[in-house]
């Protein structure tokens, strides 16, 4: 069981809890809150995210990208932990939960709810496998951005509330630029492996400076989110507690843009994004 939930990456699954913990803050501020569609939501979030990290598993080690030099932490296939096979089939069956949950979801949200619910299983998938995986062709940070941004909150309210929120769209952009800035801290670690496995990540296609621009400015963006949403409301105001994140973020950002050693840059994002969530959370519902 360590095993798997190694495998499942805990430190970085804040990714896909965040932006439905911020939609189903931002409907419940609007009185509305449904704990079952909560809860399946959050279900489907974590297998979406889930099932990408062991086909990721799989997949890199079957198209050679994870070798013995990789610097992160351990894959289960390339160690030899779980064979290739094992995993394809984990890997189906968290995608199916994913859809298992997804069936409910789509009796309450309609047909809306189905298509976004199937792209995200099947990008999911086609995120390295598939003819064209999007990781090896620099499109992953695209998809991250936008599904586990501005897609999972406003899917998320609009379950709960039956209503697409631009307030929503535009609070989805916090937690989908953390969650890229996640991934490029990945792909910045693993620039060297995955030039030489044709894994043609933004910062194997543009250089390693590139990268390191794209994860600071992704903080910043996110971290100025709410002073938008303030804007955009006229309310809200101690959501700005979220900004001031930006204060703890500070060390992040210039790690990224200096450090040689970038290895501890992803958890202590992923740290960081549970610091903004918490403080969003708090500000929004105040």
């Known amino acids: ?24 803050m931002i409907a419940f501020k609007q009185g509305v809150f449904h704990p079952l569609i909560f809860f399946l939501t959050v279900l489907f979030g974590l297998s979406i995210q889930i099932g990408t990290n062991f086909a990721n598993d799989y997949f890199d080690f079957r198209k050679g990208a994870d070798t013995e030099d990789r610097k992160g932490p351990r894959r289960l296939t390339q160690s030899g932990l779980v064979s290739p096979e094992t995993m394809k089939k984990a890997t189906a069956m968290t ?6 949950a ?25 995120y390295t496998g598939g003819p064209f995986p999007l990781a090896y062709l620099g499109l992953g940070d695209l998809f991250v951005l936008i599904f586990f941004g501005p897609v999972a909150v406003a899917g998320t309210v609009y379950l709960q509330t039956h209503e697409l929120s631009s307030i929503a769209i535009l609070a989805g952009l916090a937690p989908g630029l953390i969650s890229t800035a996640i991934l490029t801290s990945n792909n910045m ?18 250089g390693l400076t590139f990268g390191r621009l794209e994860y600071a400015l992704c903080l910043v963006i996110a971290g100025m989110i709410p002073i938008a949403l303030v804007m955009m409301t006229g309310k809200h105001f101690a959501s700005l507690l979220a900004t001031l994140t930006l204060v703890p973020a500070a060390p992040l950002i210039k790690s990224a843009l200096r450090e040689t050693k970038l290895e501890p840059l992803l958890p202590k994002t992923g740290k960081w994004m549970s610091l903004y969530t918490l403080a969003f959370l708090i500000g929004w519902f105040l």
Do not use: C, H
């Not at 670690?189 to 296609?205: H, S």
């Open 1 to 24: 069981m360590n095993v798997w939930i190694e495998g499942a990456r805990p430190k970085t699954l804040i990714a896909s809890l965040s932006p439905i913990l911020i939609g189903s």
């Open 95 to 100: 995608f199916g939960i994913a859809a298992l």
């Open 189 to 206: 670690r693993d620039v060297k492996e995955d030039r030489i496995a044709g894994k043609k990540t933004l910062p194997v296609r543009f």
């Open 102 to 126: 997804a069936l409910y979801l789509i009796t309450q949200g309609g047909w809306v709810i189905g298509i976004l619910a199937a792209l995200s299983i099947v990008l999911g998938y086609l």
